[in-house]
């Protein structure tokens, strides 16, 4: 009933701003989600490097089964992730940890779980990646410069921040849609008043006006013959 009272101009207007609103948080959610995806592969991939290069770094010490050297030569590389370094571990080539490390901000991880049900699959492979909705986990290799395995380095990177920026984003790009929505909606039906309400409503009371001639005319009539 409450439709039937409605103008047509404002019939339109909904209508077509239903569509449109449809539309463009199709459109907005993906690019959001080809965005994301771009930002978690490009992170994802410098995660990767990262875990390869102290791996590298790590394999005479790693090779001689010494944490203490372990824990020296990766102490910068600690420093310089630890927004995004959840969990580092460094393991001999059985899979018997030699040293980790443990952020005391970020969600953890069970890295020697993988590292077990996964060790011959490292051996051969020499990496090893798994995604979660809170990290991204990768284990790499480690080999001495004359390419000796040397035992490898298993590590938990948070997405905590990379969840964030998503976050934010839906809410940036949410709040743009419904600014855009509104703005366009009163901007639709101004349109729509001039457009089509105006001249349809001219040509009502054009057609009403005639009709009222032709009724008057044919009052006339009959009281001339009457």
Request: glycine residues 6%.
């Amino acid at each position: 009933m409450r439709w039937r009272k409605l103008t047509l101009g404002t019939r339109l207007a909904f209508i077509i701003t239903l569509g449109f609103s449809v539309g463009i948080v199709a459109l907005a959610l993906t690019l959001i989600q080809l965005q994301s995806q771009a930002a978690a592969e490009q992170l994802q991939n410098r995660q990767s490097r990262l875990t390869q290069l102290i791996a590298d770094e790590i394999a005479p010490a790693l090779h001689l089964g010494d944490s203490r050297i372990i824990g020296k030569k990766a102490k910068a590389f600690i420093n310089a992730s630890k927004g995004d370094l959840a969990l580092f571990k460094a393991y001999d080539l059985s899979g018997e940890l030699l040293h980790t490390y443990r952020s005391d901000d970020l969600k953890s991880y069970q890295l020697d779980e993988v590292i077990h049900k996964h060790l011959d699959e490292l051996l051969q492979k020499e990496l090893y990646e798994l995604n979660t909705p809170d990290h991204y986990v990768v284990f790499r290799s480690a080999h001495l410069p004359d390419d000796t395995l040397g035992g490898f380095t298993g590590i938990a990177w948070s997405k905590a921040q990379l969840n964030a920026s998503q976050q934010e984003l839906l809410t940036v790009a949410f709040s743009a849609t419904a600014g855009v929505l509104i703005v366009g909606t009163l901007v639709l039906l101004l349109l729509i008043n001039r457009l089509v309400t105006r001249p349809v409503s001219k040509l009502v009371l054009t057609m009403d006006h005639g009709s009222q001639e032709i009724a008057d005319a044919n009052q006339d009539l009959a009281d001339r013959t009457n």
